[in-house]
């Protein structure tokens, strides 16, 4: 499920301080392996050391792609630039292909509430109090705020995409409503929305993949999609999150059917069309929330903004930066990983992402 092990395994690499929590067990029962140290620690350390390389030794696109189709079965990426509104391609590597995408589908919940503010429907500092049955697992400390605390949309936001918390996310999924989230799908450019409808809230992803068996699932996805959000709505999302199974995941489960999906263009076109949406009256939080986390380092000469969302869950990997280049060009770079029957190489993957980085900073 979307534990965002992208955050874990980054941070873990940059030195940053992980709860105990976040490092073993999650507790709607993903497995965590243990995180990477030493050598891998050590792989991360020199490449970004080196965060603004000789021309020469950036690898070429070809050579990038080689390391993509390494590190993961199924990989791709797209570096575009921003033109007029418009996704350009600079290189792509299988960026039509569809794959799971995880905690990045929470951009979609951040363009949904861009659309409501606009609209005068909700404000950024209205407050939001936490409720019980929006509570989420595994990853984020908002699930053990009290119940009635209250905390400002934009607070839940900022949790959303930077700490990727599943409990904030739920709150905003439903202050906004699930059937807004999936018209901002075509909205933001998507190719293909139905394959996120009816969308899914990180919680019910966790019922669905750890407390119905193959044959619930099977017989959940067999019905029309009217009936599975009457499901969502009346079943899964009252549940408690105390009766969600302990249940370990040693091997990715579920990865075409329990998840969400885009292709890299559908995701270049996301960040365009919240890049455009900052430009708009009230809404430069969007540009800040999405550049409290990036993650990979861009350096502040070549880079004067990055904004990010990643997402992933066991055998995924995903990542999408908004990169605003000092001469005044914006680009997207979006990544994505899947192998469905092993975690990802996340020391590959990180490989490749900084190569494709450091070529994109040079690109003429």
């Given at each position: 499920m979307p534990f965002d092990l992208f955050?874990?395994?980054?941070?873990?690499?940059?030195?940053?301080r992980l709860s105990r929590r976040a490092v073993t067990k999650a507790s709607a029962g993903v497995a965590v392996a243990t995180l990477a140290t030493g050598r891998l620690g050590r792989v991360f350390a020199a490449q970004e050391a080196a965060s603004t390389p000789a021309a020469s030794e950036i690898p070429t696109w070809d050579a990038i792609d080689q390391l993509f189709a390494a590190a993961a079965p199924e990989s791709a990426l797209l570096a575009a630039e921003l033109i007029d509104g418009r996704c350009l391609p600079i290189h792509g590597l299988n960026a039509q292909d569809v794959l799971p995408v995880a905690s990045s589908f929470k951009l979609w919940i951040l363009g949904a509430v861009a659309v409501e503010i606009e609209a005068g429907r909700l404000a950024w500092d209205q407050p939001?109090?936490?409720?019980?049955?929006h509570r989420s697992v595994p990853g984020g400390d908002l699930r053990y705020a009290l119940p009635g605390s209250s905390y400002t949309l934009r607070y839940l936001v900022e949790r959303m995409i930077q700490k990727s918390d599943n409990t904030a996310t739920d709150h905003v999924f439903y202050l906004v409503g699930r059937e807004k989230i999936e018209a901002v799908l075509t909205t933001m450019g998507h190719s293909n929305p139905s394959l996120n409808v009816p969308i899914i809230s990180t919680k019910e992803l966790a019922f669905l993949e750890f407390a119905f068996t193959a044959e619930e699932r099977d017989a959940f996805y067999a019905r029309p999609v009217d009936e599975r959000r009457r499901i969502l709505d009346d079943d899964i999302a009252q549940r408690p999150i105390e009766s969600l199974p302990d249940i370990d995941q040693d091997a990715p489960l579920e990865l075409d059917r329990v998840e969400w999906f885009a292709t890299r263009e559908d995701l270049c076109e996301t960040m365009n069309w919240l890049d455009l949406k900052t430009r708009e009256t009230g809404l430069l939080p969007v540009a800040e929330v999405l550049a409290l986390e990036t993650q990979l380092e861009f350096v502040g000469e070549i880079w004067p903004y990055a904004?990010?969302?990643?997402?992933s869950e066991l055998g995924v990997l995903n990542g999408t930066w908004l990169l605003h280049r000092a001469d005044g060009r914006r680009f997207v770079y979006t990544v994505g990983f899947k192998n469905p029957t092993a975690g990802i190489d996340t020391d590959a993957a990180i490989v490749a992402m900084i190569a494709g980085r450091d070529r994109l900073a040079i690109t003429p």
């Open positions: 955050r874990t395994n980054f941070s873990e690499r940059t030195g940053r939001v109090a936490i409720e019980d049955r904004g990010f969302k990643g997402g």
